[in-house]
C-alpha cells in the first residue's frame, strides 16, 4: 500500500528492523533510511550530506530534497517527500509535483488569510465593498 505520510524518528543508530512510515534520520552518522513507500518493503538509505539529500525537520513532518527515485529497484517508484507528505511523482517530475503543491498552499494561503485578516484589512474590503458596487 502506497503510503501518504511519514513522520521523523531521530536515531543515533539505524535500528535493523525499520517500521514503515518512519524517516529515521541519524545526524550524527549524516544518513536517513526508511522502508520504500510504495510498501514494497525496500530498505530506501539516503545520506545527508551536502551533495546528496538535506533534511529539515518541520512542524507537520520530514522533508526530505531532492526526491527518492528507485529507479533500481522492481517498484521503480519516485516520490518527495515534504514536510510529512508522501508527494508521489510517476506521471509528475519533481518540479511539477512541487509547482502543483505551490499553487495549493497559495490557494489555502488566500483562504486563510481571507478568514483571518487583520480588522483594517477587512474594513477596507467592507469599505470597497460599499462604495465600488
Ligand atoms: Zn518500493
Known sequence: MKLKRISLLRVHYMPKQLTPGILYVSEKFGTASHLCACGCGLTVTTPITANRWSFTAGANGPTLRPSVGNWEQPCRTHYIIDDGDVLWCESWTPEEVLA????????????YDKLYAPWYRRLWNWLKGLFMQ
Request: hydrophobic share 25%.
Open 100 to 111: 502543483g503543491r505551490a499553487r495549493e498552499k497559495a490557494k489555502r494561503d488566500a483562504y
